[in-house]
């Protein structure tokens, strides 16, 4: 059944600009700044090397109304939604989730900077988008969110490492007076949600490995 969520705590809005020239096609999850298509995403890059059990067992578990991207879809689509101050409607299927990512002590009192907003890397002609900017007290945060199938999962899933690394070097590089002070991974699971704090030079520091491990399998253009 479709069920509205109402906002609650309407969020004071002071977002950022949209960098200019930069488009995202979610369809075919390119990136396309000042009129050329960038060659790569941070997706691509992290998941370059992926193992093919791995990667198997996610095209596997893709699918269908109880795979991952519609589940990840409608909250991550809820998520963006609340913190922009809009309603959203939702299959009830997904309020377990929903309802607890929302009740995060993290989610309370912010203020958005830029939600769902494309940034890149123009010398490494990278593209990639962080869920979500924000403010909380006297920290600027890159949040990025994941979601899992069962409750039990929650604990276990890693630190989204690499890509904070990524969003931290691109919102740098995009919006050089605003400076991020806090890395967190949201994991949202039925029932339960859990953040996990990275720090700033070590998700750095994946970002820059997973890109070297990658780049040195690229062609020159």
């Known amino acids: 059944m479709p069920r509205l969520h109402r906002i609650r705590n309407p969020f004071v809005r002071q977002l950022l600009d949209p960098v200019p020239g930069l488009e995202f096609y979610p369809l075919v999850h390119r990136y396309r700044y000042k009129g050329e298509w960038l060659p790569y995403s941070v997706t691509q890059v992290i998941d370059h090397d992926l193992k093919p059990f791995l990667r198997a067992q996610f095209e596997k578990t893709k699918d269908g109304p109880d795979g991952w991207k519609a589940r990840g879809d409608a909250i991550h689509k809820v998520f963006a ?21 929302l009740a995060e002590p993290l989610l309370q009192d912010i203020t958005p900077l830029a939600v769902e907003q ?10 990639g988008t962080p869920d979500a900017i924000f403010v909380k007290g006297d920290d ?82």
């Not at 494309?118 to 593209?127: A, C, D, W």
């Open 140 to 221: 600027i945060y890159i949040a990025d969110l994941k979601t899992v199938p069962k409750k039990e999962r929650v604990s276990g899933r890693k630190e989204a490492l690499p890509q904070l690394g990524a969003y931290l070097e691109f919102a740098s590089s995009c919006y050089p007076g605003v400076y991020v002070t806090k890395l967190v991974t949201i994991i949202a699971g039925p029932g339960k949600c859990k953040v996990r704090f990275s720090e700033l030079e070590q998700a750095t520091d994946a970002w820059q490995d997973a890109w070297g491990r990658f780049s040195v399998l690229q062609p020159d253009f």
């Open 81 to 101: 939604n609340h913190l922009q101050g809009k309603g959203s409607i939702h299959d009830d299927r997904w309020s377990p989730w929903i309802d607890t990512l």
């Open 118 to 127: 494309p940034l890149v890397n123009t010398i490494k002609r990278v593209g």
